[in-house]
């Protein structure tokens, strides 16, 4: 029996226009998703889903695929079956053993589709933990690699690198297309904020695609969070605190122009617009948007507070940047 463990992430620049190539700069979080994979002496998958800040349920499916008896919502379901059985498939694929089984149990404290990088998490621990038990010890770059696939088939090819290789390395991270590295940056204090809700990335991705295709002004605001990403890469190598003041107005502007894009929400919007008026230094939605969860940079407790009183936001939460990527135990 192998457990291993890998963060969510925040989006401190850049997603959507990282699918056309643009940089991005994500830096995962202390919320993390901790896999549990037992081999099995038949080829079988049992995923046993636990703590998704919605109700767990246990899916068990063959080898020869098919619907798999289970009462649990749908979406919930896909999620399940296509993340976990793509990264079981990486791991088999990796170790060269392409009829192993596995019971696999989920618990996570990242809150599901809500952008702060819930699948990234699971699959990359997945992997790791089900290659591990076949004896496999991956790196992470490997893991990140994997998981990529994974994601990019569940969603269609539309999937960038960020998510993955955030989870799998920690820390701050650059990815621009295929070439990802790991970032020295500071703590940042982030203050993150959930309305409870969720996103479905596969249609937020196509909806800017479609806005892309037809109107040049959202092929150039795809172009300018690239370029709001380029400065705000060079912001990290400062260290002084007029340094995080200029993060935050980078991060108030690529929120508007993620908003012109069409993947904001009313209930972003608003806590947005209350972590702002509480004196945070900026803030924004983080991933794919649609709803979910923003990101506000505050060192003091007043974005927390004033997020706590505000009617959009579900939950709100301190999360330190994770310095460890994927562990296995
Ligand atoms: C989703 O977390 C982030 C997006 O940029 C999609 C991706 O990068 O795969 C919207």
Known sequence: MVTAHAPGKVYLFGEHAVVYGEPAIPCAVERRATVT???????????????????????EYGETGGDPAVEAPNP?????????????SQARDAADAPEAGFDVTVESDIPLGAGLGSSAAVVV????????????????????????QVEADVQDGQASRADTFCSAMGGAVRVEGDDCRTLDAPDLPFVIGYDGGSGDTGE?????????DEYDFAADTVAAIGDLVREGEALLEREDEGALTELGRLMDFDHGLLEALGVSARSLDSMVWTAREAGALGAKLTGAGGGGCIVALDATDATETALTYEAACEQVFRAELATDGVVVE
Do not use: C, N
Request: no cysteine.
């Open 76 to 88: 919930m379901l896909e999620a399940a079956t296509q993340y976990v059985d793509g990264a079981v």
């Open 204 to 212: 937020l991705v196509a909806g800017v695609r479609e806005l892309r």
């Open 37 to 59: 994979v037992e081999e099995r002496s038949d080829a079988r998958l049992r995923v046993d889903a636990k703590d998704l800040q919605l109700e767990g349920f246990t899916v």
């Open 125 to 148: 621990a997945t992997i790791a933990a089900a290659a591990s038990e076949l004896g496999v010890d991956l790196d992470p770059r490997e893991v990140a690699d994997r998981a990529y």
